[in-house]
DNA sequence: TAGATTGTTAATCGATTAACAATC
DNA sequence: TAGATTGTTAATCGATTAACAATC
């Protein structure tokens, strides 16, 4: 159970102070402060041990926390301990490229299928992975541990084949597709949109 | 000149009611209210009124706002009404997927130039790109109209590279690295890490 | 011990929502 | 005209920051 009800956009915060305490960790630091772990991700110290704070004491006054020790927990936490599969929908470019990612594993997640309309693609090979039919998308998942998916297919698909995923019970959806999903509550979606983060920061560009 | 420092959040609102305006005006519609945008995108009314009146008034009482006025007006706030040119570097797998995507010039940007530091992959050609020498970067972008740039490296060389991509002026650095970088004040980074959005929603799924 | 840093409280700041007059 | 919907105000809600006692 999580502890009483936490702010999502503390929840949010989460996964960056994990990737950054393990980059930490991978380059051999073995203790950090708020005031360290805020300056690498651009957060202020006191808004970190107040979103720690939310979930227990973790460090300790005067040497700070134990990046080992924080990263557990962290990883208890957003239950990243373990490996959650997930599927991946529509085997474009951008799908091929996220099949042959090897970044997913060790930060708690893997694909398990992969699943295309085209009957081009069907049946072909990428990777050790056979592209499923998306037609068999429900009957195959359905039941399963199957609670996560990648969605790149085309934006004029992304709607449908999301509501299939859903009846799949599929609970959280990373969309690559670049249009706002409809989905009922308890459904979660993440949305990667290159072009929104290109427009965000081009609002602060100057003339000409 | 922006209207008087518009707070972030609502700029990076914006892009998201661009985009859903567009799809509306693809798919035919010439008029909409902020009620029916607001169950598109999943925000309410309210606020998207509160949000576009701090640029000024674009809909009309009892009929709401016509799309192709409000989606011209947006692109002008946002200034993706000309395109801006991007450089993309790191051309593994999703560098090409990237370059290769269509989906940029008709949202405001496009890629003028891709780079890598592999020589065996300097001087080979994508999609009519000829990748370049990173090395080349700061001297090649250094003094041009280049302000973006989209980042595709490994972890352990994205810091270094956005130091150059700083020095040869850029602006805006779309960050696929798994890592947060540090830039000066002025440079905005905007983020895409896939596991950061599933170890968001991995935090509400039921345990087992 | 002295210095450093936590966890937490209270104060501040900012964002969202509800409500409604104005008006198309 | 009657119904719909805006833009805006004031109230509410929530998040961030500053400060500090506790303590390693």
């Given at each position: 159970?999580?502890?009483?009800?936490?702010?999502?956009?503390?929840?949010?915060?989460?996964?960056?102070?994990?990737?950054?305490?393990?980059?930490?960790?991978?380059?051999?630091?073995?203790?950090?402060?708020?005031?360290?772990?805020?300056?690498?991700?651009?957060?202020?110290?006191?808004?970190?041990?107040?979103?720690?704070?939310?979930?227990?004491?973790?460090?300790?006054?005067?040497?700070?926390?134990?990046?080992?020790?924080?990263?557990?927990?962290?990883?208890?936490?957003?239950?990243?301990?373990r490996v959650w599969d997930v599927v991946l929908v529509?085997?474009?470019?951008?799908?091929?490229?996220?099949?042959?990612?090897?970044?997913?594993?060790?930060?708690?997640f893997r694909i398990v299928a992969c699943y295309?309309?085209?009957?081009?693609?069907?049946?072909?090979?990428?990777?050790?992975?056979?592209?499923e039919?998306v037609?068999n998308l429900v009957t195959n998942i359905k039941g399963t541990n199957v609670k996560m998916a990648?969605?790149?297919?085309?934006?004029?698909?992304?709607?449908?084949?999301?509501?299939k995923l859903v009846e799949s019970g599929v609970r959280g959806?990373?969309?690559?597709?670049?249009?706002?999903?409809?989905?009922?509550?308890?459904?979660?979606?993440?949305?990667?949109?290159?072009?929104?983060?290109?427009?965000?920061?081009?609002?602060?560009?100057?003339?000409?």
């Amino acid at each position: 159970m999580n502890s009483v009800n936490v702010p999502d956009i503390i929840v949010s915060r989460l996964p960056v102070y994990l990737r950054a305490l393990q980059y930490m960790a991978a380059n051999g630091s073995t203790t950090t402060s708020s005031q360290e772990l805020g300056e690498k991700v651009g957060i202020s110290a006191a808004q970190i041990r107040k979103d720690l704070s939310q979930f227990g004491e973790f460090g300790k006054q005067g040497t700070g926390y134990h990046i080992p020790f924080l990263i557990d927990r962290l990883c208890q936490i957003l239950k990243v301990e373990r490996v959650w599969d997930v599927v991946l929908v529509g085997m474009g470019e951008l799908g091929h490229a996220i099949l042959r990612y090897q970044g997913f594993l060790n930060r708690g997640f893997r694909i398990v299928a992969c699943y295309d309309s085209d009957p081009a693609k069907i049946g072909t090979l990428v990777s050790q992975f056979k592209i499923e039919d998306v037609n068999n998308l429900v009957t195959n998942i359905k039941g399963t541990n199957v609670k996560m998916a990648m969605l790149t297919v085309p934006a004029s698909v992304a709607q449908q084949v999301t509501d299939k995923l859903v009846e799949s019970g599929v609970r959280g959806i990373l969309n690559y597709a670049p249009l706002s999903l409809t989905v009922p509550p308890g459904v979660r979606v993440q949305y990667i949109d290159p072009v929104i983060g290109l427009q965000r920061m081009a609002y602060y560009l100057s003339e000409k």
